[in-house]
């Protein structure tokens, strides 16, 4: 219940004709014991209240010392169930093999018990332990705190900073009261309830932007995956470029530079070498194509012609005529024959077959045969054409084809 002020008046008189002018308020002792109960009450509370928010911790100094079974202790501040005190340094003698506890009283005085309750209930310091002359074991049993941690309304920077709870390594807390009490809680419960609390960042399990994201790192992003190798996006600060690379090892940020993609304002360059610099680029599958010294290839535009080669060193051929709009494709072999057979002469003179040997001068590669009736000429009206594989035996093509003469018997067209 609250406390119900008794409002005084004077007792005022007429000091001519003696007459009451005010009926001054009675002093009673009902009325006495009520004000005297009042002012008991008030310190009660006020003492209740300190000991629960301020408590009985130390603010300075209370260090101990022992020599023997003497504790010393410098002087300091210290509180005693909200009850501040200010200790002279000094010193307190212990009892022998016994463990005890040296707490400041609620009269301000240094003393030492064995019970723990006794020490609790005060401002605990030390606890000793003793043999027969000397100090065994000692713990530092303050609860030391910081006078930073009592904040005054009028000491928050207009930036608020210090209305945030700060704690300590041994996780006590301080704050400050502003005023703001009055639905903080219902605001804070609102905020950490949404489902994006804060849009203006990314989640950690994932995000949708819708602005651009702007880093001014040299490394603006590093790509990992745990067990595997990551890989950086780099900005050079010398340069317009951009680069890509890889780690060298697991989880690593050891960044492989030789095997990077590097793209500049005019061209892309893989493991240090511009794309038109690359001599060989190998596919999955394990074909190559490759560019060899002396060999015009599309990949280095000096002609028309594309070399292609096997993985057991054949080469083959493709040759682009612009100019008839045709494509050629041969074995790079043929041209290199360095031996040709004739036989089957006929009673015209005329060989019938004709035999053609790749480089090695025994494998066969292609035969033709003319077939048919001979005309007055002597010619004959079709060939056929054979060509084998590699082992010289085994057919890869057979085709007949005709053969065109004109009136003299000159030979004009031939498929």
């Excluded at 100094?61 to 079974?69: C, D, P, R």
């Excluded at 020490?119 to 606890?127: T, V």
């Excluded at 680029?281 to 280095?300: F, P």
Aim: aromatic share 10%.
């Amino acid at each position: 219940m609250a406390y119900q002020k008794t409002t005084w008046v004077d007792h005022i008189v007429d000091p001519v004709t003696g007459d009451v002018v005010q009926q001054g308020t009675k002093v009673t002792a009902t009325r006495m014991n009520k004000m005297e109960q009042g002012i008991a009450d008030a310190q009660g509370l006020t003492e209740a209240l300190a000991q629960t928010v301020i408590g009985s911790p130390v603010v300075s100094g209370l260090e101990f010392s022992a020599s023997g079974l003497t504790a010393q202790w410098t002087d300091g501040v210290a509180y005693v169930n909200g009850v501040r005190f200010e200790v002279n340094a000094g010193s307190i003698k212990l009892s022998a093999t016994q463990g005890q506890y040296i707490y400041l009283d609620s009269d301000g005085v240094v003393k030492n018990t064995t019970t723990q309750a006794t020490a609790d209930a005060k401002c605990k310091l030390w606890y000793f332990a003793t043999d027969a002359s000397s100090i065994i074991t000692s713990v530092d049993n303050r609860n030391i705190v910081s006078k930073d941690m009592f904040v005054k309304q009028t000491e928050v920077g207009t930036s608020g900073a210090n209305k945030i709870p700060r704690l300590d390594a041994q996780g006590k807390g301080a704050f400050s009261i502003t005023g703001e009490a009055a639905g903080t809680q219902a605001k804070l419960d609102a905020h950490t309830g949404a489902a994006d609390p804060h849009t203006q960042y990314a989640l950690e399990s994932g995000a949708t932007f819708t602005g651009s994201i702007k880093s001014t790192s040299f490394l603006p992003f590093i790509v990992k995956a745990a067990g595997k190798k990551s890989w950086v996006i780099h900005k050079p600060d010398n340069s317009n470029d951009l680069v890509i690379a890889p780690s060298a090892t697991v989880n690593g940020e050891d960044w492989d530079w030789n095997k990077s993609f590097t793209f500049t304002e005019t061209s892309l360059h893989i493991a240090g070498k511009t794309f038109d610099g690359v001599k060989e680029i190998s596919l999955l599958n394990g074909t190559k194509l490759r560019e060899e010294s002396g060999i015009r290839s599309l990949l280095n535009g000096e002609g028309n012609r594309f070399d292609v080669v096997s993985e057991d060193g054949l080469r083959f051929l493709t040759d682009f005529d612009e100019n008839s709009a045709s494509a050629r494709f041969m074995r790079f072999d043929i041209l290199g024959m360095n031996r040709t057979v004739r036989s089957l002469k006929d009673a015209n003179g005329k060989y019938r077959q004709v035999d053609y040997y790749r480089t090695d001068g025994t494998t066969l590669f292609m035969r033709t045969t003319l077939n048919g009736t001979p005309d007055a000429n002597g010619n004959y009206p079709t060939m056929t054409i054979k060509r084998y594989k590699d082992d010289g035996v085994t057919e890869a093509y057979s085709g007949n084809h005709p053969i065109a003469y004109d009136m003299d018997g000159e030979y004009i067209s031939f498929g």
